[in-house]
């Protein structure tokens, strides 16, 4: 039997192709397939301003500087996450705050933001974990309110929509990224969505070095960039990508119904809410009944490895890793953050899948947790 990956990018020969047409062409770093890269998303996106980068961290990063966020300054932002989501504000000098989850929607929890909030408080940074959208309105309102900048962690959230608005569309500051798990890929990459075109000479400049050209062949440099540029190898493999997203995310919606359709729900595990309006189902994530099992997380994992299904873990809590501790943050702050970082796993799901794997999947969870039953 085949292994079942958790996640795998689907690349067609047109783009692989066009790829090669890019490393022949002698231009190989940021050129003319970025423009047109950046070209396509602005499109995708409604027509909004778009910059590409070197990865998603590096957009939430410059989404920072662009609103000014440094130090003494709070940014509220959820344990749930990938740990960039956080590291990103301490770059910045900044500090972070989180906020415990929602349990039902595994996002941070709307209704805890205005008691985190300080004079210090600068911004938010909501995820959309698994690629199910943040209330935009009711984070937008709160926003408002107490004039904080937000800059969406949308990394998971490609193609996923709100109210029927696709997320990028509208907002304030929205990140993406196109990491090679991601539901669109440039390998590693992403972008960043500009809520103002008067902003698009700093994020430059904070993409590059700080660099600034001008037309006699001089240069200036009077902020300290990054090194966060695309490359037009990445922008290729991109482009092939956009077109294909929404038909990606559909499969994804086809293969998600089928798990709840072939999930038998008596072995206790806990499935992720049922969405099939704004998520783009970047991840199926299962909750173990971990009580009611003899094995642990990592026994089930292991078993589920011999029979060749890869399975993920999305996420352990951000505030219990040491850099965190460190920093006075510990075990029990944020319980429901806690309850899903112990018991998650990530099932396989990728556009190329057949149903059957996922028929393969369910029947390979019902024998382990059977066999493990307490």
Not at 7 to 28: F, Y
Not at 243 to 262: I, T
Not at 272 to 278: R, Y
Request: charge should be negative; include cysteine.
């Amino acid at each position: 039997m085949s292994y079942l990956p958790f996640t795998k990018p689907t690349l067609d020969e047109a783009t692989i192709q066009g790829v090669t047409e890019v490393l022949r062409s002698g231009w190989l770093s940021s050129g003319p397939k970025v423009k047109e890269f950046e070209a396509a998303l602005s499109e995708y996106f409604g027509g909004r301003t778009v910059r590409a980068f070197n990865s998603g961290t590096a957009t939430l990063e410059v989404a920072l500087q662009l609103c000014d966020i440094g130090p003494g300054d709070e940014v509220i932002t959820t344990p749930m996450s990938w740990v960039a989501t956080a590291n990103v504000i301490l770059h910045v000098g900044a500090k972070p705050v989180f906020v415990d989850i929602d349990p039902l929607t595994r996002n941070i929890d709307l209704d805890l933001i205005e008691a985190a909030i300080t004079p210090n408080t600068k911004a938010i940074i909501p995820v959309d974990l698994a690629g199910l959208p943040v209330d935009r309105d009711r984070l937008y309102a709160i926003a408002e309110k107490h004039r904080l900048r937000v800059i969406e962690d949308a990394a998971q959230s490609m193609g996923a929509t709100w109210q029927g608005k696709k997320i990028g569309s509208f907002g304030d500051l929205i990140s993406f990224s196109f990491h090679a798990n991601k539901n669109m890929t440039t390998g590693e990459g992403g972008c960043l969505v500009l809520s103002d075109a008067a902003q698009i000479p700093l994020a430059e400049k904070l993409r590059l070095q700080g660099v600034e050209r001008f037309p006699d062949g001089t240069m200036d440099v009077d902020v300290a960039g990054g090194k966060y540029n695309l490359t037009d190898i990445a922008a290729r493999i991109g482009l092939g990508q956009l077109k294909q997203v929404d038909a990606f995310n559909s499969r994804r919606r086809e293969l998600v119904k089928h798990y709840f359709a072939c999930f038998d729900r008596s072995m206790g595990c806990e499935l992720p809410q049922e969405d099939f309006a704004g998520s783009n189902w970047h991840m199926f994530q299962i909750l173990l009944p971990l009580d009611r099992m003899r094995i642990s997380r990592g026994e089930f994992i292991e078993q589920m490895k011999q029979r060749e299904i890869g399975v993920g873990v999305h996420y352990p809590c951000i505030h219990l890793f040491s850099l965190f501790r460190s920093m006075g943050f510990m075990k029990g702050d944020f319980p429901e953050a806690e309850k899903i970082g112990n018991e998650t796993v990530t099932l396989p799901l990728f556009p190329a899948m057949e149903l059957t794997d996922v028929e393969r999947v369910c029947t390979a969870i019902k024998e382990i947790i059977e066999a493990s039953r307490k």
